[in-house]
Each structure stands twice: as structure tokens, then as C-alpha cells.
């Protein structure tokens, strides 16, 4: 069964530093793209990064490029966000998924984990 | 970037009937749009990909249509657990981009 594991979620101050992890299993995590992609409760949904299977490339939206990195070590099945110079506005939930193709970064997104909360607030 | 818009915001459904949802992007994105389906408290869940193939596990009462810039979800026969926010979303460009959502509630 394909199984995401979000953790690394809290609470951090504005202008603070978090990283998420994302565990996976079930499928063959080396030859997936994966994303974050977060949502504000109650909100719609954002797409905040997405790295290529083996990790060379990456992708932002304007609104995280230069304070979010993701990486992904494909030993441990493990995908990463590094958010630093964190806002009040990046407060969210934030999911990992897969991508659906294995033929291009760009994609759809399935499955998805459970989520992480990060909440921004002094 | 590319801006889907999807429409109405919330649609009021019986049991039974159906709904059309609407997803219009900016630009083309030829048929590299999906549709995902979200119950409250839990994770979104992929329902159709490359326009009109179902995901694993949604009935054929779910029917995606269009390209380009227009698309449609249609549900018919409403059933009880039809009832979530619907979100479109593109892959055809950088940065990836969702609709902001349909909801689909019992009337």
C-alpha cells in the first residue's frame, strides 16, 4: 500500500526556520517526482515545490522561491521542505504527494499524505 | 501564471440529481488538467487525470470534459458521499496551479 508520512509540523516564530519530512513507502520513491503542496485551513490549495526523481531539479511558485528548499534522499524514501524566513502567511497544512507520472516533474499529484500543520505566530 | 476559475463557488445538490462543475484556465492547458476531490479533515484525493480518465476507485457516474481552456466535472445521480470541495488543477506549466474549489452540498 503507498503510504506518506508527514512530520516536522509546529509552531514557529515569524522569520523562523522548519523543516518537514515526508517518510514514503508502497511504491518505488526513486523513480517518483514529488511536491508539497499546503493549504491554509478552510482555504484552497497551493502548490509550494516540486523535485525531480533523482532530486537534480527543483521548481517554486514566486511566492516560497529563495526561502523554501526541498530535497529528497532516495536511501531513506524520505522528501524534505526546508521553509525558512517563514511569514504569517505561510501558516498552513502542509501535504506531500506523489506525482502521478513517472515521465515528468510536471504532474498531477497521487497520492496525498495525511498533512502537517505549521503555524507562523509570535 | 496560469489562473484556473472554477464555478459556482458552492452548488446545492439533492440526491440523485446531478451537478456540473466548471474549471476555466487563463491559457491554454491543452489536456493536462486533473480534478481532485476533498472531504472535511482529510487529504485530497486525485478523481481524474488527463482531462477524463478516472482515478482508481471513483464510479462512472464521475465524467470529466473539455480542453484547452474550458472543462467541466459532471456527477450524476448525486450519491451521499458526493459531498466535498472539488479542486481543478493544471500540469501544463510552471508554477503548478489549482481552482479555487466547488463545493458540492446536499439541498
Known amino acids: 500500500e503507498v503510504e506518506m508520512l508527514e512530520s516536522g509540523g509546529g509552531l514557529v516564530q515569524p522569520g523562523g526556520s522548519l523543516r518537514l519530512s515526508c517518510a514514503a513507502s508502497?511504491?518505488?520513491?526513486?523513480?517518483?517526482?514529488m511536491h508539497w503542496v499546503r493549504q491554509v485551513p478552510g482555504k484552497g490549495l497551493a502548490w509550494v515545490s516540486g523535485?525531480?526523481?533523482?532530486?537534480?531539479?527543483?521548481y517554486y511558485p514566486d511566492s516560497v522561491k529563495g526561502r523554501f528548499a526541498v530535497s529528497r534522499d532516495n536511501s531513506k524514501n524520505t522528501l524534505y521542505l526546508q521553509m525558512s524566513s517563514l511569514r504569517v502567511e505561510d501558516a498552513a497544512v502542509y501535504y506531500c504527494?506523489?506525482?502521478?507520472?513517472?515521465?515528468?516533474?510536471?504532474?498531477?499529484?497521487?497520492?496525498w499524505g495525511q498533512g502537517t500543520l505549521v503555524t507562523v505566530s509570535s | 501564471e496560469i489562473v484556473l476559475t472554477q464555478s459556482p463557488a458552492t452548488l446545492s445538490v439533492s440526491p440523485g440529481e446531478s451537478a456540473t462543475l466548471s474549471c476555466r484556465a487563463s491559457?491554454?492547458?491543452?489536456?493536462?488538467l486533473a480534478w481532485y476531490q476533498q472531504k472535511p479533515g482529510q487529504a485530497p484525493r486525485l478523481l481524474m487525470y488527463?482531462?477524463?480518465t478516472r482515478a482508481t476507485g471513483f464510479p462512472a457516474r464521475f465524467a470529466g470534459s473539455g480542453s484547452g481552456t474550458e472543462f467541466t466535472l459532471t456527477i450524476s445521480s448525486l450519491q451521499s458521499e458526493d459531498y466535498a470541495v472539488y479542486y481543478c488543477?493544471?500540469?501544463?506549466?510552471?508554477?503548478?496551479?489549482f481552482g479555487g474549489g466547488t463545493k458540492v452540498e446536499i439541498k
Open positions: 508502497g511504491f518505488n520513491f526513486s523513480t517518483s517526482a
Open positions: 523535485i525531480s526523481a533523482s532530486g537534480r531539479n527543483t
Open positions: 504527494a506523489k506525482g502521478v507520472s513517472t515521465l515528468a516533474t510536471i504532474n498531477s499529484f497521487d497520492p
Open positions: 488543477q493544471q500540469h501544463n506549466a510552471w508554477p503548478l496551479t
Open positions: 491559457q491554454s492547458v491543452y489536456s493536462n
Open positions: 488527463g482531462v477524463s
